[in-house]
């Protein structure tokens, strides 16, 4: 059955019906594109393979999904299939963008086998991964509180102004005169739009609604409906929300179907299926991770029983008798004695039949690999004395050799056939492989011809004059080592010291990128020093600045009585106090000491400076001051400024001796600034 985002929602109670009523489920999917280059080898670990292949294909597109669920009757006693093709292609609004890649040698053969990729961008089902479905959802929440709240009005540039004027007033002859039920206003821009919601809902709240719509031209207007007793506000309110939800949920589209798939706890089927884990997992759950065993355990949670008819069919007892393992060529393998394909009816209006012959179709492909599977299910079954009409619900024991195993196909030869999701993976020896060096000019017949006597080799070349060398005859292994080590035009290295001599590289190019950026920020250092430098020395030089003219303003005031003279070194020692000691009430007394200058108590504060009026005595020592010589004063006037300041450092003392580690901090109450489960959102 063909899914698009046409019939995609009347067919989804269809697909979770299925997926409850299924012994088990098997997948299929096409893409954009394989692998943005040849970066495997056959010599790769499973962790080396995952890590390549998520580098180069998760910026593919998935754009077709085939899901085939085999449900078994009981009274006819065999399988009915239940197939679904699903278009897929990821559009925005209100999803995020979606950028991919197009490898034109896939794209060239969908379209050799009839692949509509019209159908695919017209009519494709959106997708989202649940990351951004949580946030879409929590952003919705958001923006719908604000529908009954007033907002922040934006005012009108002049530019706009005659605009919006003419578009108020034609709105004014519609709620008066016309007798339609409906506005339409085109051809504004988003800065417009805005602007007309916030006029036209003030001078027009309770006689029209205001909404946006989208035209299937891809055109966004404005649409101002009347109100009517029937059409009020708030219902008109609800029925934009309720859209909203709508548009949201056609949204996050194919990615229900895929958690029905992942709730549903089915055995999943499917033929070389490692990329259509990766990719199932990266577009509809969240973005794989880049750490070998978190992707594991992330893709055994989503899917914990896998099966891989691929790497079934290239274990025994099939591997003697299967030539070929390409799904078409395995389909028409297990067709043929000692094999039987079993019956299977398919769904009236969603379902294939052996007469169908749609390769490369998603859904077809699921159901030829379910096929396959039931094919070589039934012969194990057999080999054990066993029905093999039924798929165990619970797993039977001639499938778990076969579980949670993901078909590598570079590896496969060289004893890694498979990425284990649930457990150990195999770890073979490469003693029998050699890193190999040899002259340009070399073809693969004088690389064959060397290695003769030691049997047959595989060959993987890196470059013109290097390459990768594996013996059949792992025996061999020693004697090509003692042979060919003095040889003058190849090199020869074990597998493991290339591998070793690679990681050094890759670790000092790490290092020298490491310290190329750390020699880049220490050049930075120099000028930062420098500003700093000059900033304290600017800083020093006012200060300088400002002693010079205190003691020039003091000087000048020399015939002035003392008190107003002590006032003003006072209140300069109260200003000269950091802001950061003035944020606390300071409260400091200055005593004077005996002699003819008067007796004064300064009293200063964050808030504000008091000074206390003088008292009578204090009077007279000033009228007695006055007839004092000028020497006199300046001496007193040098006395007064050494007593002051031991005082001045007293105000500074506790955030010096603090910055310095010499004294107890000082309590705060403002430190609890941003807690755990605050957001800059």
């Not at 200055?590 to 200058?597: A, L």
């Not at 020592?621 to 040098?638: A, D, F, V």
Request: net charge negative.
């Amino acid at each position: 059955m063909e899914v698009t985002r046409k019939n995609f929602k009347e067919t989804l109670p269809l697909v979770k019906a299925s997926i409850q009523r299924s012994d088990f489920l098997v997948i299929d999917t096409e893409f954009t594109g394989l692998m943005n280059g040849r970066e495997l080898s056959m010599f790769d670990t499973p962790a080396e393979y995952y890590t390549k292949v998520l580098n180069s294909s998760s910026e593919f597109l998935l754009i077709q999904f085939g899901l085939c669920a085999f449900c078994f009757d009981e009274a006819e006693n065999h399988y009915v299939n239940e197939a679904y093709n699903f278009y897929l292609f990821p559009r925005g609004r209100p999803g995020p963008e979606k950028m991919f890649l197009c490898q034109s040698s896939s794209l060239d053969f969908l379209a050799t086998q009839g692949f509509d990729f019209n159908k695919l961008i017209r009519d494709g089902i959106s997708y989202m991964t649940g990351p951004v479905e949580s946030r879409l959802r929590e952003a919705l929440l958001e923006k719908q509180k604000n529908y009954n709240s007033a907002k922040q009005l934006i005012p009108i540039p002049q530019e706009h102004k005659q605009q919006i004027r003419d578009i108020c007033e034609r709105v004014k002859q519609f709620v008066n005169k016309s007798e339609e039920s409906e506005m339409v206003i085109d051809r504004c821009n988003p800065f417009i739009r805005r602007l007309l919601f916030q006029e036209l809902g003030q001078k027009f709240k309770d006689e029209v609604f205001v909404d946006s719509r989208t035209l299937e031209n891809k055109d966004r207007v404005i649409v101002v409906t009347r109100l009517t007793s029937e059409n009020h506000s708030s219902s008109k309110i609800e029925q934009k929300t309720k859209k909203e939800w709508e548009e949201l949920e056609d949204a996050v589209g194919f990615s229900k179907v895929a958690q029905m798939i992942s709730e549903s706890r089915k055995l999943l089927v499917g033929h070389n299926m490692i990329l259509d884990v990766l990719h199932t997992l990266n577009h509809f759950f969240q973005p794989l991770p880049e750490d070998y065993a978190s992707f594991k355990e992330f893709a055994h949670c989503m899917f914990p029983r896998l099966l891989d008819t691929k790497y079934m069919s290239s274990m025994p007892p099939f591997k003697e008798e299967v030539p070929s393992n390409v799904l078409q060529h395995l389909y028409a393998t297990l067709s043929e004695p000692p094999f039987s394909l079993p019956k299977v009816v398919s769904s009236p209006g969603r379902g294939y039949c052996h007469a169908d012959n749609k390769q490369h179709e998603a859904g077809y492909d699921a159901y030829v690999t379910g096929m396959c599977f039931l094919a070589m299910q039934a012969h194990l079954a057999r080999m054990r004395g066993e029905s093999g009409v039924r798929v165990s619900a619970d797993g039977s024991p001639v499938l778990r050799p076969f579980l949670d195993k993901l078909y590598l196909s570079k590896t496969a030869h060289q004893d890694t056939p498979y990425m284990n999701l649930n457990g150990e993976d195999p770890n073979p020896s490469r003693d029998h492989v050699f890193y190999f060096t040899f002259p340009k000019e070399w073809q693969r017949n004088e690389i064959n011809q060397l290695f003769s006597p030691y049997g047959a080799v595989s060959v993987q070349f890196l470059n013109d004059t290097s390459a990768l060398v594996a013996l059949s005859n792992r025996k061999k292994a020693k004697d090509v080592m003692k042979a060919l080590a003095k040889h003058s035009r190849i090199k020869l290295i074990p597998y493991v010291r290339y591998k070793m001599a690679a990681k050094i590289t890759e670790d000092q190019q790490r290092l020298q990128l490491t310290a190329r950026k750390m020699l880049a920020i220490n050049k930075q250092i120099p000028a930062v020093h420098e500003e700093l430098h000059d900033k304290e020395s600017e800083k020093k030089n006012n200060v300088s600045v400002l002693r010079h003219k205190n003691n020039s303003t003091l000087q000048a005031e020399e015939t002035e009585p003392v008190s107003k003279k002590s006032r003003l070194r006072n209140t300069n020692t109260t200003k000269a106090l950091d802001q950061d000691e003035r944020e606390e009430p300071v409260k400091c007394e200055v005593d004077q000491t005996e002699g003819p200058s008067p007796k004064k108590r300064l009293r200063s504060s964050s808030s504000k400076e008091k000074i206390e009026k003088p008292s009578i005595q204090a009077t007279k020592e000033r009228e007695e001051s006055e007839s004092e010589s000028e020497e006199s004063e300046e001496s007193e006037l040098e006395e007064s400024e050494k007593t002051e300041e031991p005082e001045e450092k007293s105000a500074w003392s506790s955030g010096r001796e603090h910055a310095n580690g010499d004294a107890e901090p000082r309590s705060s109450h403002c430190v609890a600034v941003f807690k755990e489960s605050d957001s800059w959102a």
